[in-house]
T-cell receptor
Framework: EDQVTQSPEALRLQEGESSSLNCSYTVSGLRGLFWYRQDPGKGPEFLFTLYSAGEEKEKERLKATLTKKESFLHITAPKPEDSATYLCAVDNYGQNFVFGPGTRLSVLP | EAQVTQNPRYLITVTGKKLTVTCSQNMNHEYMSWYRQDPGLGLRQIYYSMNVEVTDKGDVPEGYKVSRKEKRNFPLILESPSPNQTSLYFC??????????????FGPGTRLTVL
């Protein structure tokens, strides 16, 4: 069965303290991997799509990378407004994306 | 503005009272989907639709119905809601993927409480 896991479950950082979130996947085929940001009580907001191993995408303080088994979301010098849950999802050529459980990030001032 | 809208955003109801949550998208997307999100369980798909008049079950379809009579609308129907359907619901849409993958765009969510 195709599966997406994310670690850590929760992460607390001080403002300016860089770190990385992990998304590991076991799927029959990878058509694309997506990162979303979700604020409490709101819908997931699209961040990045990665299609093949070695690909990287950047947006402000966020950088997403992809290997054959996992993806990382690197957060450089985070600010309190980066606090959110970050979701990873995989398009495995099925009818639906396979979502990970998310990493809840808190950035303290 | 390209968006997915849902109504109502908040709903408190009682067991057994039929309700409908509406979903509309203005991006001419073929694919639409409903998810529920519960603490510790993540996003779980309820139903999806590949196009008008084409719907299929997702991972947790029990107790729900959907219809797709128009491309832009995809309502979620709870014929006889029960307390275990208390959850945060999201509608999502994306283009047809024949040309490759594309992201799903999510609505703002509907928080449903069934007493």
């Amino acid at each position: 069965e195709d599966q997406v896991t994310q670690s850590p479950e929760a992460l607390r950082l001080q403002e300016g303290e860089s770190s990385s979130l992990n998304c590991s996947y076991t799927v029959s085929g990878l058509r694309g991997l997506f990162w979303y940001r979700q604020d409490p009580g709101k819908g997931p907001e699209f961040l990045f799509t990665l299609y093949s191993a070695g690909e990287e995408k950047e947006k402000e303080r966020l950088k997403a990378t992809l290997t054959k088994k996992e993806s990382f979301l690197h957060i450089t010098a985070p600010k309190p407004e980066d606090s959110a849950t970050y979701l990873c999802a995989v398009d495995n050529y099925g009818q639906n994306f396979v979502f990970g459980p998310g990493t809840r990030l808190s950035v303290l001032p | 503005e390209a968006q997915v809208t849902q109504n109502p955003r908040y709903l408190i109801t009682v067991t057994g009272k039929k309700l409908t949550v509406t979903c509309s998208q203005n991006m001419n997307h073929e694919y639409m989907s409903w998810y529920r999100q519960d603490p510790g369980l993540g996003l779980r798909q309820i139903y999806y639709s590949m196009n008008v008049e084409v719907t299929d079950k997702g991972d947790v379809p029990e107790g729900y119905k959907v219809s797709r009579k128009e491309k832009r609308n995809f309502p979620l129907i709870l014929e006889s809601p029960s307390p275990n359907q208390t959850s945060l619901y999201f509608c999502a849409s994306r283009p047809d993927r024949r040309g490759g993958t594309d992201t799903q765009y999510f609505g703002p969510g509907t928080r449903l409480t069934v007493l």
